[in-house]
């Protein structure tokens, strides 16, 4: 038989005693910090193993035209906010705005750690399972963004197109026949194994049916709220307008010669071709960005600069900042 609880003296009579407040374990105090100084920890590496492509970006900007730099970073902090209102526009509950924004824009350090927006995913799903929002609907807001973000993407990609004489010049950027049928075939591999697999794996029927189920619950309540359609799809219309405004002025200020229009149609065919590969940081986009601005008329060397000036403007300086507040937010318990 246990020993019966302590009792303490009160005015009704005798009660039991509180049990003392557990402290955190030392195990868990570090566990914590590691998480919080893991972002900058990231950050330090990247910079140091990219210290010639750093260095390169750097002495062309000191000496580009600062008011156009400026812009370009205006337009940078515009893409968080098309974010945030993305994000708030692909699940139902309300989350405040401030703390939306700051994980937005923790979320970008994280994609240097983790390949294909995975990083930045993550870090919203953290932060959504803090706010008491289940994980299936968290899962199932990630994959609404996602599609509506590729969806809107490609059809600011066909306006640009109709619009601009310059999509001529995008012919010879498009692989011949015998070249898109590995594209085609991987592709199709990649549908069919996922069904069969869905198919032969039983336990994993139901989860996944359940994901879809909710997800598309979800999709009916945000279309029945014009607010969350305009952040939706607003915030997603925006979000590649902004990011190719932001290298026209990275272009301008390094004296690229080519219209917003040439830009961004270059900034969007790129994005579109291999925008899916798995590189961190978006190398393999920055490859095909160069070769595109090219392919419309500008030198090797100022589009090279243009494309690493972008990179210095939206991702390698707020790269700190962000790995900051990602780590203040680790530690505040938002995440």
């Not at 809107?152 to 310059?166: D, E, G, I, R």
């Not at 830009?263 to 994005?271: I, K, N, Q, R, T």
């Not at 940081?281 to 060397?301: K, R």
Request: proline share 9%; glycine share 10%; with cysteine.
């Amino acid at each position: 038989m246990s020993p019966p609880s302590p009792l303490v003296t009160a005015p009704d009579g005798p009660v039991p005693k509180a049990p003392a407040r557990s402290t955190p374990s030392r195990s868990g105090r570090s566990l914590r910090l590691a998480l919080c100084l893991a972002p900058l920890l990231i950050a330090l590496c990247w910079a140091v193993a990219n210290r010639p492509v750093v260095y390169e970006g750097v002495r062309r900007l000191v000496s580009a035209d600062p008011r156009w730099l400026l812009a370009g970073l205006g337009c940078t902090c515009l893409t968080w906010v098309a974010a945030s209102c993305v994000r708030q526009g692909a699940l139902p509950d309300r989350l405040p705005a401030g703390l939306l924004l700051a994980s937005q824009f923790a979320a970008g350090a994280a994609n240097h750690a983790l390949p294909g927006g995975l990083g930045a995913h993550a870090v919203t799903v953290r932060f959504l399972r803090a706010r008491g929002v289940p994980l299936d609907r968290a899962t199932a807001s990630i994959g609404l963004y996602s599609l509506v973000k590729g969806v809107s993407k490609t059809l600011v990609l066909l306006v640009f197109l109709a619009v601009s004489p310059a999509w001529r010049r995008l012919g010879e950027l498009v692989p011949d026949g015998p070249q898109l049928v590995p594209v085609a075939a991987g592709a199709a591999g990649a549908v069919t194994g996922a069904g069969v697999l869905l198919t032969v794996v039983r336990p994993l029927r139901r989860p996944v049916s359940g994901l879809v189920r909710t997800a598309l619950a979800d999709v009916r309540v945000v279309h029945a709220r014009p607010c969350r359609v305009l952040a939706l799809w607003g915030g997603a219309v925006a979000m590649p307008l902004v990011q190719a405004g932001a290298l026209g002025c990275v272009g301008a200020a390094l004296g690229l010669g080519l219209s917003f229009a040439e830009v961004a149609l270059a900034f969007l065919a790129a994005g579109t071709a291999v925008g899916a590969a798995p590189v961190p940081g978006g190398f393999a986009v920055d490859a095909a960005l160069v070769w595109t601005l090219v392919a419309f008329g500008a030198e090797p060397a100022p589009a090279t600069a243009t494309v690493i000036g972008y990179r210095v403007v939206t991702d390698w300086l707020p790269l700190l900042p962000g790995a900051l507040v990602l780590s203040a937010l680790i530690r505040a318990k938002v995440l």
